[in-house]
């Protein structure tokens, strides 16, 4: 039978990764409110 270890996750590791979800969310909706807007993917650029 296997020896089964809990796996111990860091408070800052759980913060880091929540708001890096959060700034992927913030720069997914500039990108569709960026192409809505201008017809653009990257307004400025071609």
Request: glycine share 10%; no cysteine.
């Amino acid at each position: 039978m296997k020896d089964i270890k809990t796996k111990i996750v860091e408070k800052e590791k759980i913060v880091a990764e929540k708001l890096n979800g959060r700034f992927a969310m913030l720069g997914f909706v500039a990108l569709v409110g960026a192409y809505l807007t201008t017809g653009q993917i990257i307004p400025g650029f071609i």
